[in-house]
């Protein structure tokens, strides 16, 4: 058997009841297969994949936490600390009650190669909790982020590990968790990025996932003679990611007529109205049906629907495996060009491989979103000389690294005989980076 499925095998066996492990484990080994093919004996015998699959640690704890009402609650507080070979570990806490062990691992792993991908120094991590912010006070969220910190405040620091947010954690959770770690540590540094700017807070990292996956979808479609300008746009989800691909995605020229969440969809017909979707989302943190109330021309529809919408480019902004074979299809068959995922894997691995099969440019997640960790990367940067940059010149820097990006993934493609396969491009492209650095700091 070849080392990759030898390995693939095994990571199945010895972590059960993980699906979404497993399926970012295989996606990305099967893509090394040609690197790993032609130095299998070596790396076999140094353990490489395995050493690559397994977390250096993975902390697990309680978090109790007491509500409006007096009644003490238990969440499960997560963080794996995948990979340290190219710099701190780095990346988000997710707060939702899908969270478990295995999607943090999956996301924790994905996160190694999009770290890799940016350039920067940052190593792979992630973390979060089985948490349920939706109808919480305000008392009740930072009741919850404080006893998270309080045991989380022990394993990361500004040059160890630097957690952001994901799903359920944005600017107001990242302030309570920052307080309670000044507190408990005593110790005022840039130990989490998306931090409000009156306390070492970046321009631009609000935008930066969203505004990095339209970058490097323009540069993309740039370099097949094409561009975002004049095209029709769908877009799910109606968070961070979502709403800043909307905002940007109409700065250049396109039509976004779509955005979700998990109950339901909008179709706006006449584009979608970013100052409604702000107002609704980040300022009343209210539900999509309110989209009406300031857009009467607009559809409300419950369950899921945006990839039924005709569009020419898909952007998947919500969570894992939400566009499935069907949707492809479907998306298909309505003449997409571009599918570029803002969330991290939310196209099935069958979906992904039907866009590759049928020609439709497709690029992953851990390139696509890579923008908002870079920009977490420039953040801690500013921390660490004390100083601020201007928004123009962190959106010029985040514009460059994307720009970068999907050159370099688009040349780690073509240089193992995969022109167009940017799922090849980014896994080896980023493989190949933390790979060299874990050969020279030895058996660790
Ligand atoms: P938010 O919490 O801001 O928004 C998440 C959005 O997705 C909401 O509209 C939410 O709907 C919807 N959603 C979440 N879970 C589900 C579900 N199970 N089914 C249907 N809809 C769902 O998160 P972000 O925008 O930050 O994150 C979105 C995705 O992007 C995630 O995959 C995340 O890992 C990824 N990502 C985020 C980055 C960041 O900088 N924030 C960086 C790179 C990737 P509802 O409100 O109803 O739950
Ligand atoms: O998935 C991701 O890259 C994030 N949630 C952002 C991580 C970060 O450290 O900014």
């Known amino acids: 058997m070849s080392y990759v499925d030898e390995v693939i095998e095994r990571v199945i066996k010895e972590n059960p009841a993980e699906p979404e492990f497993h399926q970012a484990v295989r996606e990305v080994l099967e893509s090394l297969r040609v690197v790993v093919e032609a130095n299998e004996e070596k790396f076999r015998r140094d353990a490489l994949l395995e050493r690559l699959v397994n977390p250096e640690r993975q902390i697990k704890f309680r978090v109790p936490w007491i509500d409006d009402n007096g009644q003490v609650h238990v969440n499960t507080g997560y963080r ?3 990979n340290s070979a190219i710099g701190p570990y780095k990346g988000g806490l997710r707060l939702h009650p899908s969270v478990n062990i295995g999607i943090i691992k999956f996301l924790g792993f994905e996160q190694i190669f999009k770290n890799s991908l940016t350039g920067l120094s940052i190593g792979g991590g992630k973390g979060g909790a089985d948490f349920d912010p939706k109808g919480k006070s305000d008392r009740e969220i930072m009741a919850f982020c404080q006893s998270f910190m309080t045991e989380l405040c022990k394993y990361i620091g500004a040059d160890t590990d630097v957690p952001a947010g994901d799903i359920g954690t944005g600017a107001r959770e990242i302030g309570y968790l ?27 990292r609000t935008e930066a996932t969203g505004y990095g996956l339209l970058y490097i979808t323009e540069e ?16 799910s989800g109606s968070g961070n990611v979502a709403t800043y691909a909307v905002e940007k995605a109409q700065q250049l ?28 989302k980040e300022v009343n943190r209210q539900r999509l049906t ?25 952007l998947p902004c919500a969570t894992q495996n939400e566009l499935d074979l069907d949707d492809a ?18 196209c099935t691995a069958e979906a992904a491989d039907f866009f590759l099969e049928k020609g439709i440019y497709f690029i992953p997640g851990k390139a696509a979103n890579a923008g908002g960790v870079a920009t977490s990367a420039l953040e801690m940067s500013q921390n660490s000389e004390r100083l601020s940059w201007s928004f123009d010149e962190v959106d010029g820097k985040l514009r460059s690294i994307m720009v970068s990006l999907f050159h370099n993934i688009d040349d780690a493609a073509k240089k193992y005989g995969f022109e167009g396969n940017y799922i090849v491009g980014a896994n080896i492209a980023g493989f190949e980076k933390v790979v060299d650095a874990m050969y020279a700091q030895g058996i660790v």
């Open 80 to 82: 794996v600390q995948f």
């Open 178 to 204: 920052f307080g309670q770690y000044k507190r408990m540590r005593g110790l005022f540094e840039g130990v989490l990025t998306g931090k409000g700017l009156s306390f070492g807070g970046s321009l631009t």
């Open 220 to 235: 993309m479609l740039r370099t097949h003679g094409q561009s975002v300008s004049g095209k029709t746009v769908v877009v």
């Open 253 to 280: 020229g396109a039509k976004v007529v779509t955005v979700s969440d998990s109950t339901g969809w909008v179709y706006d017909p006449d584009g979608i109205d970013i100052a409604a979707l702000k107002e609704i």
């Open 290 to 314: 309110e989209y009406k109330k300031y857009r009467p021309g607009s559809e409300y529809h419950e369950g899921k629907g945006v990839w039924s919408v005709k569009a020419d480019i898909a």
């Open 329 to 346: 299809k479907t998306l298909a068959a309505n003449g997409v060009i571009a599918v570029c995922e803002g969330a991290n894997m939310p």
